[in-house]
T-cell receptor
């Protein structure tokens, strides 16, 4: 039973299209995240939600819109895809948003997005 | 300013040898947590070990140990008795408050470890 699952695993699309990535966690965690891993493998936080509330938005372009229908789900919608959006997008979750400095992240398996 | 620095882009080690992966961090917060993750070629992110700033002892998890030197702000990962399956990218990370509402893990650029037989 996968703890953090995201779909699809691979996404190949044309520039200008709109696409979505879905994420679900069954760990009962309160906080979920989206990270972007670029071609140099650098991992950067994009967004974080705590119990459906957006709490972190790291100056991501408006074309990226996260949505959390409930605390177990966090989706990422990307409008007008650009070449530079090609990356691996990781969903993650943790028990608490702030109080636990020892709160590790549980990651999904990643979505490889390729924009042609 | 870079919060997590991993200065070794690549490291090479023979099977059964020990290897140290370097990580230095920057924070003014007296309470912080440091993490190491492994990313094999298959792409998943695997949690390895955690060290809290107030922990009295260096963290250990099986063949992984953390050489925590608080005054130097370093948290090096030591892998003992390397195995071929240890070949992967290794990330050091620190939990940081990004605003009053939330924290997230901030990652270093990673070190690629190659283990040969």
């Amino acid at each position: 039973d996968t703890a953090v699952s995201q779909t699809p695993k691979y996404l190949v699309t044309q520039m200008g299209n709109d696409k979505s990535i879905k994420c679900e966690q069954n760990l009962g965690h309160d906080t979920m995240y989206w990270y972007k891993q670029d071609s140099k493998k650098f991992l950067k936080i994009m967004f974080s939600y705590n119990n459906k509330e957006l709490i972190i938005n790291e100056t991501v372009p408006n074309r990226f819109s996260p949505k959390s229908p409930d605390k177990a789900h966090l989706n990422l919608h990307i409008n007008s895809l650009e070449l530079g959006d090609s990356a691996v997008y990781f969903c993650a979750s943790s028990q608490d948003r702030r109080t636990g400095i020892n709160e590790k992240l549980f990651f999904g398996s990643g979505t490889q997005l390729s924009v042609l | 300013a870079q919060k997590i620095t991993q200065t070794q882009p690549g490291m090479f080690v023979q099977e059964k040898e020990a290897v140290t992966l370097d990580c230095t961090y920057d924070t003014s917060d007296p309470s912080y947590g440091l993490f190491w993750y492994k990313q094999p070629s298959s792409g998943e992110m695997i949690f390895l070990i955690y060290q809290g700033s107030y922990d009295q002892q260096n963290a250990t998890e099986g063949r992984y140990s953390l050489n925590f030197q608080k005054a130097r702000k370093s948290a090096n990962l030591v892998i003992s008795a390397s195995q071929l399956g240890d070949s992967a990218m290794y990330f050091c990370a620190m939990r940081e408050a990004l605003n009053q509402a939330g924290t997230a893990l901030i990652f270093g650029k990673g070190t690629t470890l190659s283990v040969s037989s």
